[in-house]
């Protein structure tokens, strides 16, 4: 399995240095790989193969070949590790002392609330699709709808928001290409299935 951070996460995370909270900045990366661990512990527990782990702004994105065609329970558990995790982690912060307390609490907070949004490609918005499936289109849709305002409403109304808008265009962009290459993932998911007829026999060749 392969790790790497997305090249948009440098100007996120200098965007924050440049606030000149550099705490601020180990938490919140911290955070995200805390978040991340959760659905990893729980691809591992259902067995399911990880291809790849990549760190993004709003938490990240573990690749697993064919994970449409897991059980349903599994998809949902691999969806709710990361959840879970910083839910595990916010409760810690509320328990124990510790040097920038408040600062994770808020942190946990925020990255929880993000997640749960039913957005792609947010958990709560992937764990919406494993109920709905057929409805893959219609939440790109949403979530295009949905990144946008927000980044109208930061420019708007919070114009000093760096970071906020810095996400919403992210999400943006991402719900954009997923609407982009919808053809193709189509096609990939009848690959996996098996769904495409079995060419010809050809007797003149014996293939």
């Known amino acids: 399995m392969k790790y790497r951070m997305h090249p948009v996460m440098i100007p996120f995370l200098l965007a924050i240095i440049a606030s000149g909270n550099v705490s601020f900045y180990a938490i919140v990366l911290g955070s995200l ?56 982690l916010l409760g810690i912060s509320f328990l124990v002392q510790m040097p920038g307390r408040e600062l994770l609490i808020s942190t946990q907070l925020a990255l929880l609330g993000l997640n749960l949004l039913p957005f792609l490609p947010l958990d709560g918005g992937r764990a919406a699709l494993v109920f709905f499936p057929e409805q ?8 295009i709808f949905a990144s946008a305002s927000g980044a109208v409403f930061f420019i708007v109304y919070l114009p000093q928001s760096a970071p906020y808008l810095f996400l919403a265009l992210f999400l943006l962009l991402q719900n954009i290409l997923h609407w982009r290459y919808r053809k193709y993932e189509r096609v990939l998911e009848r690959v996996y299935s098996g769904s495409f007829p079995k060419p010809a026999v050809d007797r003149k060749s014996g293939l």
Do not use: N
């Open 33 to 88: 790989l805390f978040h991340e661990a959760g659905h990893l512990l729980a691809a591992k527990w259902t067995g399911a193969s990880v291809r790849q782990c990549v760190i993004m702004p709003y938490g990240g994105e573990i690749v697993i070949p064919r994970f449409s065609r897991l059980p349903k329970s599994d998809r949902l558990l691999i969806v709710a590790g990361g959840p879970a995790a910083t839910t595990l």
């Open 136 to 143: 893959k289109l219609a939440f790109i849709l949403i979530s």
